[in-house]
């Protein structure tokens, strides 16, 4: 089996991680977890920082342009959407980026990873790791499993890291410069080691025996998972066996919303717009996968019109190459659309690279779907249907009844509504919307991106992956109840 | 109840799915009456349906000026969208009663193809099919026998088995089912197995033509069953069966339909008719002993009429009143050239009942032909729905970025 670590656990499991090796590996890194609390949380960052400064130096260098060859064509993605995901990891692993995460995700802030912090008169807490954590990934961006293991390294976690099939690659890259730094006889490079034996990297295909193990069987702590069904509920499952009673830490599947507002700056939203259909391919949780726009019919084609041409002028830059079967579905659906009467903007050749649906107060693609229950998300990448509204109170209604329909089947809700208006109006939307079950309202350009303070879909990772240990002094705490 | 069986347009089409003098028409002559059924019947159906006179508004196709080319495509649909109960909103209000339900086999784990069928439908079927099966054939049906390897309890389920069976039926051929269905739960063609006393049968029967109708895989099996016989066995077949090799005997013929069924050693089909020819034995008009001939079908649920081919004379024909087309399979835009690979798609004019426009879901090649339909086709594989790309969208993160406010 493909895994990674840091050299004393490779001396503890040999060349193979089974279930007997990482039971070793397990005690060790239980062992290490403790010895460790207490620790300068701050070293750490500044190795994730060196890695990050590392990474984008591998990039920068041209070394990486095989990897990116190969994550494209294992996930699908164009080299440039590739590329741009690789170009994350380095903000990512920013140690000013994280410790402003833990700051805002952490009760007590960053200083209770490493001793108590008073919370009140005679109040204190303290975070501990609450590991081991077992993070497992899927889907292709490399980012949301390399999230995960982040901040578990960084609260201090003995952490064990299943990437997905896609993206497996690029994980392993990065751990392997992780063991880099680790090589220098330096107080940094003693630090990467320290923290380079406080994780494994491996791959296993689902359902294998060792992932079953550590899920079902093994002394963790936290489960971390991201992704939807069937494997998220495999997951559930396979945790709630284990008589250790992992905490069960899961992310996604959720979707994205795109609201534009009759008084935007229209060629500003079309841009964006068009901006968060391509990227990604519209794969990720707060990727559009249905648009309102607050305004007339005419209005809403003649925007469309507009995203349209940004999506033209967008393509050759970022590629797609779509399966026959899913063109044969889109090629089908467009006709179905039009049937019920959508306008469509397509490109001038008709290629199945992108589609815009206008349609009027309802949208059309239900009654697509149940004449073609295949086109659901997956098959459904740069395709958006836009549909006109007369104002927020209908597109509140839209967003939380969408995970109930055919379309977004496996969507458990809106995750991000991303908002495009005047600043008067986006305050008014924002708050309107707030009802609508969605995490995140934020403006529609920045629909892909996340500030360090961001919570996770409604809450902060960070404390999935920790113990909160409260002292209450006597004198003067509080009375008894 | 609305009678439509009267209506002249459906009156039209019976007359014309009877009329042999279609196959010599040329492929230009044919194309126009095509093109000026295909407004027939998008008037005949906005006449009897509001589902079809809204979609036609929507899609500005105006029934009375339609052009087959430009129009086709506008209403043309992928045969998934006819999965599960669909085509109960598909065909046209008061649709004659009294039909069949045609139901695809149900092996790719979906929900089956389903397709209604009315009386008259069934009749436009048999008629327009014998009148194709005669001119690939080369000559009139009368007399003989066939085995047919399905089970007759499938002819009200299974098109093709519907059309073999009535297309016989009428012409008074006898027609030998040589499987059996067995009871018990799960798909059909799960529980289907051979029925050898009715298969010894056909082999032993002294009538001509004998018509062999089977998968290329059911050949296959044959074949190989007969290669692996001792010396022995094959003189106790030959004398208790009558084979191996088969007399298809005068104007006898092998009839081939679908695909491997999962038996991965069938081999190409010009391979299988080479293998056969030791085993399948025919004779001229004249008597002379000849390798038995092999006709293919290209058929599926959705389809009315089928494509026929004749290995070594002719690629697939479609029934005049077909209309069938190739598409790119990138833009679904037709191919210009006669002379191309692509998508195929097929309007059957035939139908009365519904829009009967759809893309099976098949590649297909086509070339230049100096028969009626001044092109033939030849199956080239199924589309396939790529492994994986359903787990794509679970990455379940949006991306993080060091941004400067929010903080």
Known sequence: MEFWTGPQIRALVGKDLTIDSVQKALAFGIDDQEKSIGDDAGRRLLVLDDLGRRWRQ?????????????????SGYCDRMVRMDLEFISALLNAQAIQQALSSS???????????????????????????????????????VLISATTALATGNFTLVRPSASNREAIFQVFSMLEKI?????????????????????????????????????????????????ALSEVSKSVSLNMNHPRLSLLGPLAGYAVVDRDADFEEAATSLAEAIIYYDQQLCSSPTEACFIGDLEQAKQFAGNVGKKLEEMTPEFPIVKPEYEIHLLQSARNLLKANGSELSLPSDWGPEWTLAVSEEKSNLDA??????????????????????????????????????????????????????TRERFEALASLLCRSGAYRIIPLKEMHLRSPVEPFDGRHLARDFVDI?????????ASGS | MVDHSNDPYVQRILDLAADRSLFEKSPDQLLSLRKSLFRDLLSFLSTHSSHYRTMFERLRVDPKSADLQEDLPKVILSADTLRGEAWKSLVIDGVEQGGLVFSSSGTTQKEPVRIYRSPTDLEVMTRANTNLFEFVYGDVLKDGVALFMAAPELKDRLNFVAFVDMCLNRERIELIYGMKLLKGEGAPWSRLVQDRSKIVKFFKSRKEPKLFFTAPAGVFLVCKNFEEM?????????????????????????????????????????????????????QDREGARV???FMDVYGCTETLTAILSRFGSHGGLPHPLQHVFLVDPRTYKPLKESDGEGVLGFLDLHNTSFL?????GDIFRSHESNLFYGQEFSFVRRLQASEGWSLQRACGGALEELMSRGT
């Open chain 1, 58 to 74: 591998f990039l920068d260098s041209g070394q990486s342009e095989a990897l990116i060859e190969r994550l494209s064509s294992e």
């Open chain 1, 182 to 230: 680790g090589d220098e006889e330096t107080p940094l490079g003693s630090a990467a080691r320290r923290m380079s034996n406080s994780c494994i990297v491996f791959y296993e295909q689902a359902g294998g025996d060792l992932l079953r193990f550590l899920m079902e069987k093994a002394r963790i702590g936290v489960v971390n998972f991201w992704g939807a069904d069937p």
């Open chain 2, 291 to 293: 390798p038995a001939p």
């Open chain 1, 106 to 144: 952490l009760p007590g802030g960053l200083q209770s990873l490493g001793g108590f912090v008073k919370v009140g008169d005679e109040e204190l807490y303290r975070c501990r790791p609450a590991g081991p954590v077992l993070t497992i990934g899927s889907g292709n961006s490399v980012l949301p």
């Open chain 2, 230 to 282: 001792s010396p022995l066995k094959r003189q106790l077949g030959r004398l208790i069966a009558g084979a191996p090799p088969v007399a298809l005997r005068k104007q006898g013929v092998v009839v081939t339909g679908g695909g491997s069924k999962g038996i991965v050693e069938v081999p190409e089909y010009g391979a299988l008719v080479k293998m056969a020819s030791k085993h399948f034995l025919a």
């Open chain 2, 356 to 360: 009967g426009a759809f893309y099976p």
């Open chain 1, 469 to 477: 240990i409260y002292i209450r002094h006597q004198a003067g705490g």
């Open chain 1, 368 to 421: 697509t779907v149940n004449s073609l229950p295949d086109f659901l998300l997956h098959a459904r990448r740069r395709f958006l249907e836009i549909v006109a509204v007369k104002d927020g109170s209908d597109v509140l209604e839209k967003i939380r009844g969408l995970p109930d329909r055919a379309p977004f089947r496996g969507v458990l809700r809106v995750q991000t509504v991303g908002l495009a208006a």
